[in-house]
């Protein structure tokens, strides 16, 4: 029974999406729903977007960390939460951590990132929480920030991702 398993596993290895969602054990619109469900309760519109890793996306950042083991990527799920306030991304993170087991990875409100190093980013400032959650032992993203911070952001993620995973295809 144990070959079979691991048979199963090289096998999955293949489609790391599959072998995740096999270990999460639920669907990245479940996670969001429970997510959008503790936003509601605080924001009075808040956005709530899930979304899956794309396939060489994950594979670029497998390849990154050295790793053949999905559940270590943090991100093959990501859910952003868009709100009105910084009142309110606290008070949604607060009733994150009650609902899920995680830590909070960073503080990009309170700490802003920036990338002063780096001439083309100049001026780009990274303003989010970043809450690593987890289902079934599994992690997934939480990204909480207003929506005046996410126009900014975007600015910012593009240009850094580009940059940190260029030559890895």
């Known amino acids: ?85 910084v009142s309110e991304v606290y008070a949604i993170l607060e009733r994150i951590t009650k609902a899920f087991h995680g830590y909070l990875e960073h503080d990009y409100i309170a700490n802003p990132k920036t990338r002063p190093n780096d001439p083309a980013l100049e001026g780009k400032v990274l303003r989010l929480l970043q809450f690593i959650a987890y289902r079934n032992g599994v992690p997934f993203e939480i990204q909480i920030t207003t929506y005046e911070f996410h126009a900014m952001n975007e600015l910012l993620h593009e240009a850094y991702h580009k940059r940190k995973y260029d030559g890895l295809e």
């Not at 398993?5 to 599959?18: F, G, L």
């Not at 808040?46 to 790793?67: C, D, G, H, S, W």
């Not at 053949?68 to 939460?81: L, P, Q």
Request: with cysteine; net charge positive.
């Open 1 to 85: 029974m144990l070959h079979s398993n691991k048979r199963k596993e090289v096998y999955d290895a293949k489609n790391p999406h599959t072998l995740y969602r096999n270990r999460i054990q639920c669907s990245i619109n479940i996670l969001a729903n429970e997510i959008r469900a503790i936003a509601e309760k605080i924001s009075h519109n808040p956005q709530v977007t899930p979304r899956v890793k794309n396939i060489e996306a994950l594979r670029r950042k497998m390849r990154f960390y050295k790793t053949h083991n999905v559940s270590r990527i943090n991100d093959v799920y990501g859910i952003r939460v868009l709100v009105a306030s």
